[in-house]
T-cell receptor, first 113, second 112 residues
Framework: QQQVKQSPQSLIVQKGGIPIINCAYENTAFDYFPWYQQFPGKGPALLIAIRPDVSEKKEGRFTISFNKSAKQFSLHIMDSQPGDSATYFC????????????FGKGTKLTVNP | KAGVTQTPRYLIKTRGQQVTLSCSPISGHRSVSWYQQTPGQGLQFLFEYFSETQRNKGNFPGRFSGRQFSNSRSEMNVSTLELGDSALYLCASAVGVNSPLHFGNGTRLTVT
């Protein structure tokens, strides 16, 4: 009930491509879905987050698409750059407990020049 | 504004020893959470403190404990270390309930 399944494990794209990372959750009590970006030797940094009352949220080149009925959400990175090469984590959490996030296992993204 | 500060950055301990990790949250943040990150299990929630009270606890053995001080700084302690405790321990702070988490760069613990 607590799992968040993330795919793919790794992804390689060319500069300018649009990598897509998918996540599926089981806990219907989740109502907060953030994405974190982590570079080697650093902690995860919050990238963008969405709540289930919207189906899409865009911030710069990053877009979250959310499908409540399917219990799925995804991250799209437009015009990807080599500097976007990092590990991306999706997560789910519930109201009053955003401090207790359940994370996916991560996707290692490589953007080739 | 300074970010979340964790000390030390690296730690090497021997099986059976105990260790204390420290976390200073972002100024004004009253909630502190701890996560364990390993290649196999990913990011797993340990516990969360708000105003010196533990609000949530993850599924870890009692060897893992924590506390929060009146200035919101937090410490976590692991006793009787096992090889499997080798991991990156991440602290995250938030202004309060329903606020986004901001992570520090972690303490890399190696148990030999």
């Amino acid at each position: 009930q607590q799992q968040v399944k993330q795919s793919p494990q790794s992804l390689i794209v060319q500069k300018g491509g649009i990598p897509i990372i998918n996540c599926a959750y089981e806990n219907t009590a989740f109502d907060y879905f953030p994405w974190y970006q982590q570079f080697p030797g650093k902690g995860p940094a919050l990238l963008i987050a969405i709540r289930p009352d919207v189906s899409e949220k865009k911030e710069g080149r990053f877009t979250i698409s959310f499908n409540k009925s399917a219990k799925q959400f995804s991250l799209h990175i437009m015009d990807s750059q080599p500097g976007d090469s990092a590990t991306y984590f999706c997560a789910g959490g519930s109201a009053g407990g955003s401090e207790k996030l359940v994370f996916g296992k991560g996707t290692k993204l490589t953007v080739n020049p | 504004k300074a970010g979340v500060t964790q000390t030390p950055r690296y730690l090497i301990k021997t099986r059976g020893q105990q260790v204390t990790l420290s976390c200073s949250p972002i100024s004004g943040h009253r909630s502190v959470s701890w996560y364990q990150q390993t290649p196999g299990q990913g990011l797993q929630f340990l516990f969360e403190y708000f105003s010196e009270t533990q609000r949530n606890k993850g599924n870890f053995p009692g060897r893992f404990s924590g506390r929060q001080f009146s200035n919101s700084r937090s410490e976590m302690n692991v006793s009787t270390l096992e090889l499997g405790d080798s991991a990156l321990y991440l602290c995250a702070s938030a202004v309060g309930v329903n606020s986004p988490l901001h992570f520090g760069n972690g303490t890399r613990l190696t148990v030999t």
